[in-house]
């Protein structure tokens, strides 16, 4: 029987029902907040291991109450899923840039929402708020620091921003353009093929010892870090 408290944050009563009979089905325990306000006050009470996070609610919109949730040392570090209707690409990266550890868009097949649950809760379990474990590499965000195998791994500051960003996204695939925007910032302007340098000197630092490459490359796509 699974123990994850999982708080779905939705006003749409059909999509409510489908996604709580579906979660139950799984073994979850699911709480339900109707309202932006209702799911923030849910959320620092219950602690749950992770929100489904509708962005167009009654009171405080979806953005507003994962702002105050990552504002906050109390719920910064539970997982976020948006659920929404918002589809378009800009939307997408404002929802991430706030704060949202993933992101599935209306309408979506019940299957492919558990699994981003799954992948998220198992990501959820491997990241305190001052170090990321992504495969066998650990950043510490303190100390600016990364080991593979225990063994210290010297990076350039683009190069430990591009893991850090990569790791913290697991399983995600970035385009060039988007890695330009979310490491070097968009009012830097850099060529394309700058990410390509970059992400062969990130891959030479990290395969020491000819270890796997966890490095994805997706043709015509971007990157990405393998899950774990």
Avoid at 51 to 59: K, N, Q
Avoid at 111 to 136: M, Q, T, W
Avoid at 146 to 159: A, D, M, S
């Amino acid at each position: 029987m699974n123990d994850k408290k999982i708080l779905v944050v939705e006003d749409d009563k059909d999509l409510i029902s489908l996604i709580k009979f579906n979660l139950k089905s799984e073994g979850f325990n699911v709480l339900l907040s109707p309202n932006g306000e209702d799911g923030l006050f849910t959320a620092k009470e219950e602690k749950p291991d992770l929100i489904l996070l509708d962005w167009m609610l009654p009171i405080l919109s979806g953005i507003e109450v994962l702002q105050r949730l990552k504002n906050n040392k109390d719920t910064k570090s539970i997982p976020v899923i948006f659920i929404t209707a918002k589809g378009e690409e800009n939307d997408k990266i404002r929802g991430l840039n706030s704060g949202a550890d993933d992101y599935i868009v209306k309408p979506f097949s019940t299957k492919e929402l558990i699994a981003r649950i799954k992948a998220n809760l198992r990501r959820g379990k491997l990241i305190p708020d001052d170090k990321i474990v992504c495969s066998d590499i650990e950043i510490d965000l303190v100390s600016k620091r990364v080991k593979r195998q225990n063994k210290i791994i010297h990076l350039g500051p683009i190069e430990f921003r591009l893991l850090h960003y990569l790791c913290k996204n697991q399983g995600r695939v970035f385009s060039r353009d988007q890695l330009l925007d979310n490491v070097w910032g968009n009012d830097v302007y850099v060529e394309q093929r700058t990410v390509d340098v970059h992400i062969r000197r990130l891959r030479k630092a990290l395969n020491i010892n000819n270890l796997p490459n966890i490095i994805r490359t997706i043709r015509s796509e971007g990157y990405s870090v393998e899950s774990t």
